[in-house]
């Protein structure tokens, strides 16, 4: 189960204020590097944009989702600059990217994010590759959460069905997708009864 976004970084010793190995201390940390990174390469090279993932993912780890977005979506158009609007490159950019909306609540364009990174990934991976299910899956409590309950099923089955297929039944992981989908389940059972 990911628990921070792709390319986080951990904060040694977590807990918050400002002492070693603190969120602060993180973001103080990339915030001169990516100085340091704009000074030798330029404010619009590569190595900039990826400065910025991990800046965008501790700030996300520290919950100020505004600065994450903001970073992230300057890391997002270097990229886009470098590598064109549909690469590869992109996808660990939108998945943080989704989760920064997703903190601020604005589930409506988390879902847009998700499903460009999707696209990207299934044009890569195949439509039956494992590494979507877990962005399925997002997508999926994305949908339920916007009360969209039979997208919702829809993607989660899709995740458990390529989870099934890499690891068989027993899998935590497969348990993990079987939960979210009881739960939609139950979500669209709600929905059918308010509505008789």
């Not at 190995?21 to 404010?43: I, K, N, W, Y």
């Not at 900039?48 to 996300?60: H, N, P, Q, Y």
């Not at 977005?69 to 998945?95: D, N, S, T």
């Amino acid at each position: 189960r990911r628990t921070a976004p792709p390319g986080a970084l951990a904060a040694p010793g977590g807990g918050g204020g400002g002492g070693e190995g603190s969120p602060d201390a993180l973001v103080e940390t990339l915030q001169a590097l990516r100085r340091e990174t704009e000074g030798r390469c330029g404010r619009d090279h590569p190595e900039v944009a990826t400065v910025l993932l991990r800046l965008g993912d501790a700030l996300g780890a520290a919950g100020e989702f505004a600065k994450m977005r903001a970073w992230l979506e300057r890391a997002l158009q270097i990229r886009e600059q470098h590598c064109g609007k549909e690469h590869p490159r992109l996808v660990a950019i939108l998945l943080s990217l989704a989760v920064a909306y997703g903190g601020r609540g604005d589930l409506q364009r988390k879902v847009q994010i998700l499903q460009r990174a999707l696209r990207i990934m299934e044009r890569e991976c195949g439509e039956e590759g494992l590494e979507l299910a877990e962005t399925l899956l997002d997508l999926g409590k994305t949908y339920q959460q916007l009360g969209q309950v039979e997208l919702a099923v829809s993607h989660m089955e899709r995740a458990h069905r390529l989870r099934v297929r890499r690891y068989g039944g027993g899998h935590h992981e497969v348990a993990q997708t079987l939960l979210c989908l009881a739960q939609a389940h139950g979500d669209a059972g709600d929905l059918l009864r308010q509505n008789r």
